[in-house]
């Protein structure tokens, strides 16, 4: 079982910063990729980005690339999802999600594990 839990969501205006957390169970960390997802209200659950076991390896999706970095901090069993130049269309909840698989995906049947969520709203 792994638990996992997001911070750092928030009202931030078009232009601004935003940092989130997703804390994971020790036992567990260095076992699973993990990636973050979005989704807005009446949209389906998207991929943003997602980092492999090791931390050697990331992806993201095209409308966040070079604005969002994903990390791991294994000392402190975290990822995080620094997300810079946030846009209106990036309000939505965002998750964080954890997958054994030693292959990264992006698609959310993929991921067996997820967290509560963390809402992140950009005024314009």
């Known amino acids: 079982q792994v638990q996992l839990k997001e911070s750092g969501g928030g009202l931030v205006q078009a232009g601004g910063s935003l940092r989130l957390s997703c804390a994971v169970s020790?036992?567990?960390?260095?076992?699973?990729?993990i990636a973050w997802f979005r989704q807005a209200p009446g949209q389906e659950r998207d991929f943003v980005a997602g980092?492999?076991?090791?931390?050697?390896?990331?992806y993201y999706a095209d409308p966040v690339k070079g604005r969002f970095t994903i990390s791991r901090d294994n000392a402190n069993y975290m990822v995080h999802l620094q997300m810079n130049s946030l846009k209106p269309e990036d309000t939505a909840v965002y998750y964080c999600?954890?997958?054994?698989?030693?292959?990264?995906?992006?698609?959310?049947?993929?991921?067996?594990?997820w967290g509560q969520g963390t809402q992140v709203t950009v005024s314009s």
């Open positions: 980092i492999s076991r090791g931390g050697l390896y990331t």
């Open positions: 020790a036992r567990s960390f260095s076992d699973n990729c």
């Open positions: 999600a954890a997958d054994a698989s030693i292959v990264l995906h992006t698609t959310p049947i993929s991921y067996d594990y």
